[in-house]
């Protein structure tokens, strides 16, 4: 039950484009379509805003896209706004029931 | 209005218990897995446990096998966490959350609920 690994820290401009990855095993993010990514403001609940590693829940908005390639799930964040500074969690289903988060990363709207 | 509400956070010794509730509103509770997560401050989310929606099933981190447990009242649309030995690193705000829209995701979560664990 080993934590993903996310990069601790990302930053960009508004209007430009982030990706943030997310790295695990053939155990856990190889294993399954079931990638999730959420978004967390200080002092809140998290967001879902990515499901079964591409999909966007109504509302998200459409900047938000996910992608999968063997091992490594990432997030792109395209036309960076200010309200997109947050903190964010990559999670896994990882077999017999479990699941796994990334450490998170912070992503900073310069 | 479709909801978690936690409750039952405080402050508790190393060694103490602690049992945590989530009532659930605006969906049908009985048919969905629910979730506990962790977050300690200034740190990252950890999956804690989760339960089946006829209990049948549970399944934890095994940082907290043995000592947590995880179980549901589907008659009062609760969810509960009981923990005992309770260890400074358990320290963190518990989130109840849940996948109403079956999404294979946590899709919808409570406010939290803060438990310090320290003497």
């Known amino acids: 039950q080993s934590a993903l690994t996310q990069p601790a820290a990302v930053s960009g401009s508004p209007g430009q484009s982030i990706t943030i990855s997310c790295t695990g095993t053939?155990?856990?993010?190889?294993?399954?379509?079931?990638v999730s990514w959420y978004q967390q403001h200080p002092g809140k609940a998290p967001k879902l805003i990515i499901y079964?590693?591409?999909k966007r829940p109504s509302g998200v908005s459409n900047r938000f896209s996910g992608s999968k390639s063997g091992n490594t799930a990432s997030l792109t964040i395209s036309g960076l706004q200010a309200e997109d500074d947050a903190d964010y969690y990559c999670?896994?289903?990882?077999?017999?029931?479990?699941?796994?988060f990334g450490g998170g990363t912070k992503l900073a709207v310069l | 209005e479709v909801q978690l509400v936690e409750s039952g956070g405080g402050l508790v010794q190393p060694g103490g218990s602690l049992r945590l509730s989530c009532a659930a509103s605006?969906?049908?509770?009985?048919?969905?897995?629910m979730s506990w997560v962790r977050q300690a401050p200034g740190k990252g989310l950890e999956w804690v446990a989760n339960?089946?929606?006829?209990?049948?099933?549970?399944y934890y981190v095994d940082s907290v096998k043995g000592r947590f447990t995880i179980s549901r009242d589907d008659a009062k649309n609760s969810l509960y966490l009981q923990m005992n030995s309770l260890r400074a690193e358990d320290t963190a705000v518990y989130y109840c959350?849940?996948?109403?829209?079956?999404?294979?995701?946590?899709?919808?979560w409570g406010q939290g609920t803060m438990v310090t664990v320290s003497s």
């Open positions: 959350a849940s996948d109403p829209s079956s999404r294979s995701a946590f899709d919808l």
């Open positions: 605006g969906f049908t509770f009985s048919i969905y897995w």
């Open positions: 339960i089946k929606p006829d209990g049948g099933e549970k």
């Open positions: 053939s155990s856990d993010v190889g294993s399954y379509n079931l």
């Open positions: 079964e590693d591409i």
């Open positions: 999670c896994s289903y990882a077999r017999s029931g479990t699941w796994v």
